[in-house]
């Protein structure tokens, strides 16, 4: 089974930077699309960027043009890098690589990384 391994997540001031990054577990599985997602406790999961296998991408409005969702030129790794970070961006982090039946029985499971703690305070 294929695991969505994070890293990259920690505590920063307010102003600074991180970029996450998350990586298959296994080298046959290539990253086409990626989306990444956040939580705070007791709220919704939230989309807050995704790019598509077209290199497409799309942003939450409140972190658009702070923050930039790309995938490396193999297709193993895709990083979310967070500029100008806010503490209200503070959340558990959550890449996640949704199905797609078009690239065989290996791409149909909804993928999920284990979550990486970012916490933006002084």
């Known amino acids: 089974q294929v695991q969505l391994v994070e890293s990259g997540g920690g505590l920063v001031q307010p102003g600074g930077s991180l970029r996450l990054s998350c990586a298959a577990s296994?080298?046959?599985?290539?990253?086409?699309?990626m989306k990444w997602y956040r939580q705070v406790p007791g709220k919704q999961r939230e989309l807050v960027a995704g790019?598509?296998?077209?290199?497409?991408?799309n942003y939450a409005d409140s972190v658009k043009g702070r923050f930039t969702i790309s995938i490396d030129g193999h297709k193993k790794t895709a990083y979310l890098q967070m500029n100008s970070l806010k503490p209200e961006d503070t959340a558990v982090y959550y890449c996640?690589?949704?199905?797609?039946?078009?690239?065989?029985?290996?791409?149909?499971?909804?993928?999920w990384g284990q979550g990486t703690q970012v916490t933006v305070s002084s």
């Open positions: 996640n690589v949704p199905p797609n039946y078009a690239l065989g029985r290996l791409y149909e499971y909804d993928y």
């Open positions: 296994e080298s046959r599985f290539s990253i086409y699309a």
């Open positions: 790019i598509s296998s077209n290199g497409r991408t």
